[in-house]
């Protein structure tokens, strides 16, 4: 090796180190040196947070513990044999047999070790974020001597620059690295911008339908001045007046009412049209996207939650939209075109009059904040308050099985507790802000009175203008008072905006591929290639490796908790692996389309779900254009032909929520004719049988046998005796395979299999004697 | 729907015959010549698709003969067929809506069907199925259906009694 590839800047572990590592690293490795793998641990022996750096290269172990001290540092080539001793910042172990790695990851604390026959080298203390990568260094450490091309060609693919996890082929951030999806930093009422683009035609009628029913609107004050002036204030100063010109003056305030009327209407209906699109389209994108998020993501979340964020918090950016923001945006361009018409008439005075607002300005600004943290708060709240309700009904039989309807009505209230202080926080905020705009607009009205009999007093300006000033500034100063609520209403809209581009933000974790591989007709082999999943910081299943041929049936057999269902729900890709890979026909299953290769794949679970629809609807899950005549033969293949004609609405029976209620054998039945119909390549059953009676099982148990035939299977089951008819049996135990082979094989021997029949066989003796 | 009888698996009912015993029970004679009494003709789709799918089961419920198309059936079987699921079928037309009070659940529905003038009880709005744009079934508090064939084809008013819950 040394002699075809004398720096270590070649290798893929070398690549993946990170920049800060790398300059340090590379005065440490001696020419020809080969980087294998790395290891950086994020805290000291006192558990505080600090960088720890291990190489594994092919001659040695370095810990390099003080980064600083590393960078003066270089090494002779060959790396002194037996220096055990810490010299100045690194310390390093050549290989020989007796070094041994162990990992022991406790409570959210991971510990790696190095030991050799004369006890322990080296503790290297890391969080969880980490435990990938020690992982991969231990791996690697066992693995030396055995051929290092595949590390190479591995790591040339995957590795993530964070922290040395492989990625997935397409994938470009490491999903332990990436928390939180970065989101934009604007304001989210600015982002549904996005959704208006759409309408663009609809927004632009709409504006310029604004823009002329302001001016309208302005007209009729505008003709009160030459009214004044030309005609009462020279009649009643008893000069010979022309009231001919009196019917024009009102003609022109009608006509130019009624045209702010029309317009207006105009405006209200376009404006309201396209806000109820843009927050039918945030819905539907809302819905759109949440569906795409793996298992992952509802595991974690709260259905009142989801559904609160969906439901009322788009309502009431349609509402904002609809109401306020057109209120607004007519506000807006009516106290501009005032200001324009007052600065044009008497710049003085119209300076005075304008003399509260930056004060409003300024109060705007200070309230908006608070009411931003008030309107967080009440949402929070609201999807409290609708989780109590998710959980509950639901659950109802529950509640009242245990009498803790008491209990339930208690937690409402705490909730709905909860929204009201949250209320009357904003409320007190925005109650006292209401009415002090109010106190400076009757002070910007007293500020024209002073100065308007001052002026007139000094014959600066006639009572016309002042007329006309007072008219102006009490419009101006209701808007300005309207705008004033807007602010509450606005800062409520872009919180629930927010809520609701937090889930249009989050990335899936399990993510599609940027060029996927066509699947094409499947043969069903499935390979799992060193497999570990972790769930937060919980190992659930270790280096599991697993080769099944096409159409060959699998069963699961463990203990709860042993990793079966997590097995399962990676093959299907409902979670993506934590290491290894699985393999489908020889393909990686992370390069395929996600919703192409779940095409192959059926699944019978232990709950059925039906949704609301007809019986035929239900089967046609998987295949909505399925012919009837399929359809049927799907259902007398699961043996549920005969007992859904007895409905009285027989395949047009409505399940789900409310109509028919089916047994659990039946539903059972129905979701496994589901699954048939798809006519899947890969077949998983997860506990099928275990959530009904013998009698109902051996029902079940006759379509599932059906079922399987020529595809590959990977059944799950409590029960042994429902395994019997699989071609090998597969013994999970805390996350590892334990045994494989066939039933009566398996029952022979004396291993994990033969004990978990003997306890079922004690069992099912208890049962019978009483 | 007539396009997905070529891919069909199943047997469609060719030799057997219906005829009604002296005891007025259905009685059917299979292609081997065995006569089974008490027969009951069912619809496998009677909404979606009546005229199809038709299942003539034993009086224990498990299927002997699954007609796919009526019109392959002899006209006098089908004649006696569908005289047989005509008597077994209620399902009254609603040809107008004379009153419901709508603001209290249950409701009561007031309305003149073909089979004459009836009142019932709704339990909720959820037993209003829609069937499609223009068609829907009232379930009522006992089962009983009640079919509303085209909305278009009612009067003003009870198109807007309608359109509440549509």
Redesign the interface.
């Known amino acids: 090796m040394d002699d075809v590839t004398p720096t270590p800047a070649n290798s893929g572990a070398w690549k993946a180190l990170s920049d800060v590592w790398r300059p340090r690293t590379a005065s440490l490795l001696a020419p020809g040196e080969v980087l294998l793998a790395w290891f950086e641990a994020d805290l000291d022996d006192r558990l505080r947070y600090a960088s720890r750096l291990v190489l594994l290269t092919d001659r040695r172990l370095v810990a390099v513990d003080d980064p600083e001290a590393a960078k003066q540092l270089a090494l002779s080539a060959n790396g002194a044999a037996g220096n055990l001793a810490p010299v100045g910042g690194f310390r390093q172990w050549p290989h020989q047999p007796t070094l041994t790695l162990r990992l022991k990851e406790l409570g959210g604390l991971g510990t790696l070790e190095l030991f050799d026959e004369t006890g322990r080298l080296a503790v290297w203390r890391y969080t969880p974020t980490r435990n990938s990568a020690a992982h991969r260094l231990v791996q690697r450490f066992e693995g030396l001597g055995e051929t290092d091309g595949d590390w190479e060609a591995e790591d040339a693919v995957l590795a993530c620059p964070g922290c040395g996890v492989p990625l997935a082929p397409d994938q470009t951030e490491c999903a332990a690295c990436t928390g939180v999806s970065a989101a934009p930093n604007v304001s989210s009422l600015v982002r549904l911008g996005r959704f208006a683009r759409r309408h663009f035609g609809m927004v632009a009628v709409g504006f310029v339908l604004s823009v002329s029913a302001t001016a309208a609107g302005l007209i009729p004050t505008y003709l009160t001045m030459p009214l004044m002036n030309d005609v009462l204030i020279p009649h009643q100063n008893g000069e010979a007046v022309n009231f001919g010109v009196v019917p024009w003056y009102l003609a022109g305030m009608a006509g130019a009412a009624i045209a702010a009327w029309l317009l207006g209407w105009g405006r209200t209906y376009t404006l309201a049209w396209v806000a109820e699109r843009i927050a039918g389209d945030l819905r539907t994108a809302a819905f759109a996207h949440l569906q795409k998020l793996s298992l992952e993501f509802f595991g974690g979340k709260r259905t009142g939650d989801l559904i609160s964020r969906l439901g009322s918090d788009t309502d009431r950016i349609c509402f904002f939209l609809s109401v306020n923001f057109l209120d607004f945006a007519g506000d807006i361009l009516m106290i501009v075109m005032t200001a324009g018409v007052l600065f044009k008439l008497d710049p003085a005075l119209a300076a005075f009059t304008l003399l509260p607002l930056p004060f409003i300005g300024w109060l705007v600004h200070r309230v908006r904040d608070r009411l931003k943290r008030g309107f967080q708060h009440g949402g929070r709240a609201w999807s409290e308050l609708t989780s109590v309700l998710a959980d509950t009904i639901p659950g109802v039989r529950v509640v009242k099985a245990f009498a803790q309807e008491r209990r339930e009505i208690e937690r409402f209230r705490r909730a709905n507790d909860h929204v009201i202080h949250a209320n009357d926080r904003v409320n007190a905020t925005w109650s006292f802000f209401g009415p002090l705009v109010t106190l400076l607009t009757e002070a910007g009205l007293l500020v024209i009175w002073a100065f308007g009999v001052y002026y007139i007093a000094q014959n600066q300006v006639n009572v016309g203008m002042l007329s006309v000033f007072l008219l102006y500034n009490l419009r101006f100063y209701a808007r300005l008072d309207s705008m004033s609520r807007m602010v509450a209403a606005s800062q409520r809209a872009a919180v629930s905006a927010q809520r609701v581009f937090d889930i249009l933000d989050r990335v899936p974790s399990v993510a599609e591929p940027a060029r996927p591989v066509q699947t094409g007709q499947l043969q069903g082999q499935i390979e799992l290639r060193n497999i570990g999943f972790k769930y937060g910081t919980r190992t659930v299943l270790k280096d599991v490796n697993l080769t099944i041929q096409a159409g060959e049936m699998i069963g699961l057999v463990g203990p709860s908790g042993s990793g079966k269902s997590t097995l399962v729900n990676l093959v299907c890709r409902f979670y993506d692996v934590s290491e290894g890979s699985i393999l489908v026909d020889g393909t990686d299953i992370r390069s395929f389309a996600i919703d192409e290769y779940r095409q192959h794949i059926g699944v019978v679970l232990q709950e059925p779900f039906l949704f609301y629809g007809?019986i035929?609807e239900n089967i046609a899950y998987g295949r909505p254009n399925a012919?009837?005549?399929?359809i049927?033969?799907a259902a007398?293949a699961a043996r549920a032909?005969?007992?859904?004609?007895?409905l009285?609405?027989?395949?047009?029976s409505?399940v789900g929520e409310?109509g028919q209620s089916l047994s659990g054998g039946e539903r059972q039945r129905i979701s496994i004719a589901r699954a048939l119909l798809i006519d899947p390549v890969i077949l998983i059953l997860d506990e099928a049988t275990s959530s009904v009676d013998t009698q109902t099982e051996r029902e079940i148990q006759e379509a599932l046998d059906y079922l399987v035939q020529g595809r590959t299977t990977i059944a799950i089951a409590h029960r042994l005796s429902t395994l019997r008819r699989a071609d090998r049996l597969v013994v999970l135990e805390r996350g590892r395979i334990v045994e494989v082979g066939q039933h009566d094989e398996l029952l022979k021997g004396t291993g994990a299999f033969a004990r978990l029949h003997q306890a079922q066989l004690e069992m099912a003796h208890g049962d019978a004697s009483p | 729907m007539s396009d997905d009888n070529e891919n069909s698996t199943i047997a469609t009912g060719g030799g057997f015959g219906l005829s009604h015993d002296s005891w007025g029970r259905l009685v059917l004679i299979d292609s081997t010549g065995r006569r089974h009494s008490g027969v009951e003709p069912v619809r496998a789709f009677p909404i979606a698709d009546p005229q199809h799918w038709i299942s003539i089961c034993d009086a224990e419920g498990r299927e002997l003969v699954l007609v796919e198309d009526l019109e392959n059936v002899p006209p006098a079987v089908r004649q006696v067929l569908e005289d047989e699921l005509a008597r077994r079928e209620f399902v009254p037309h609603v040809r107008r809506i004379i009153k419901v009070s709508t603001d209290v659940e249950p409701s009561e529905w007031e309305v003149e069907t073909d089979r004459g003038p009836t009142r019932f009880l709704l339990n909720s709005g959820d037993d209003i199925r829609r069937l499609s744009p223009f068609s829907a079934l009232l379930i009522d508090v006992h089962g009983t259906r009640y079919l509303i064939e085209d909305t278009r084809q009612l009067d003003a008013h009870s198109r807007r009694v309608l359109e509440l819950y549509l």
């Open positions: 007809t035929a012919s009837r005549a399929e049927i033969a007398k032909h005969e007992f859904i004609l007895r009285t609405d027989g395949y047009d409505l409310r």
